[in-house]
Each structure stands twice: as structure tokens, then as C-alpha cells.
């Protein structure tokens, strides 16, 4: 067994999340430059400039890159082989989002319980998904989730009789029902398949992907192609004014399902779509 020191962990994750909110990842910056120069509305046009030009000065300036700073999603991929010194992974994982936020002056967005609704002053707990992999390493994967963007997201069962086309309008309806809310340009993660419980997850695990990756299975990467082109055919536009770019991407993580099942979850995430990792 290889060993990661607790405090490996919680130094990490704090780092991620002041990183994630200050440094837009290179793909993104990628994506919304090359949405900017293909634009066809003046008005779109200039919203992603100043999109662009928020996320140099949140870099340059070491701000926030949006004001919501988002619930803390961490992603764990933790090798068999490895074992926590000093403590629990999860413990680990909430006390760095604790000190990121706190030591980052990040906004503070999470409570304790959903109808009580008392801030917890630290943004803890994280939402955590670990997933059990070959090896001694442990990969930390952060994504502050706005909730703009989040509150957009939907999730529906269909049945198999829907098919792709089926599952194609629920996501073209989600995009077009969120209209400026979402802050577009959006990514648009897509979960299909498992069950109820599992296809959000899918959704948002999607959102990991780097932008302007392409699915690794032909098939999705063929759906992905068209609902971008269908989704930027809305006319939505920047944060909603009007033009040709809607989305950044689609991101589709399928699984196995039911006979008579065809769950699917879309995740909206909006142009501050700021994910960081680190491997431990
Ligand atoms: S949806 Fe994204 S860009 Fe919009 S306010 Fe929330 S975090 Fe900021």
C-alpha cells in the first residue's frame, strides 16, 4: 500500500479551489476565443469579449472569476493500493475545501439543510463521488458548480421506444428552457442511461471533460456534433442576447441501463466552467 498523508490532501484541495476559481483552464479559453472570432451578432460579439476579458483580469488580478464561487464538487479517483495517513478521505477532502474558501475570500455558498437554510460559513460539506481504480495513485478532480447554471439542469425517464431522438429533444427543450439563466456560452453535460440515482452523476461527470475533446466512442461523438449544431441553431446566444453561439460543447457519458429504462440527466454548466485537478 502506498500512503497519502492526510494533510497532503487537505493542502491540495484547498489549492484546487482557489485555482479553479481564479484560472479559466486553457480549453475553455480556447473554445470561448474561437466562439468570439465566429460569432456572427455584434451584440454576442461583444459579450464574449468581455467574457474573455473578465477571465484574464480574474487571472491577472487573482479574483474571482464569477462572484458565485460555487458548491464544492470533487471528483476522486483513488487507487486500490492506496491508504489515508492522518485521518479520512472525506474529512480531508471538506477541511481543504474549509480552508480554500476561507483563506481564498471565496463566496461562501452552501447550507446545512435545504429548507432551513443556514449557511455554513465555510462552503463545506463538498459534494464528493469517489470512484475505486487500479493503482497507488490519488487523482482530486474540483469543480465549483455555480448555481445559476445548476438550477437549469434536468433529469427525466424515458423509455427505450424515446430513442436517441427522444433523448436529443429533451436536451435541445433543457438548453432552450434555460435560456440566458445558464450564462451561455453553456457545456452542456449529457448522462445517459444507469438509473434515477446514477444519471446525474453521469451528467456531471461529463462536464470533466476537456472542451474540445472528442468522444472516444464514434456514435456519441457523432450525437455530441449534431446537438452542438442544433443547440447553437436556437439563436440564444451569449448570456442570452441573441446568436449563433449557444454552447461550447456537448459532453455525453452513457452506461448500462434497464430493459424498459432510458434515464437522462443534463447538466448545464455556464461559460465559468472551472474545473482543476491534481494526482497525489
Ligand atoms: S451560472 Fe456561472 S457565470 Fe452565471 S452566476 Fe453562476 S457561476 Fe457565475
Redesign the pocket.
Known sequence: MREVAYTDIVETVSRLAIEANTFLGEDVLRALEAAAASEESPLGKQVLAEILENDRLAASERLPI???T?AAVVFVEMGEEVSIKGGSLFDAIHAGVRKGYVEGYLRKSMVADPLRRQNTKDNTPAVIHVELVPGDRLKLTLLPK????ENMSRMTMLTPAHGAEGVKQFVLETVEKAGPN??PPVIVGVGIGGTFDTVGMLAKKALLRPVGSTHPDPFYAEMEKELLERINNLGIGPMGYGGRVTALAVHIEAAPCHIVSLPVAVNLQ???ARVKWAEL
Open positions: 464569477c462572484q458565485d460555487g455555480g448555481g445559476g447554471a445558464a450564462c455556464c461559460h465559468a
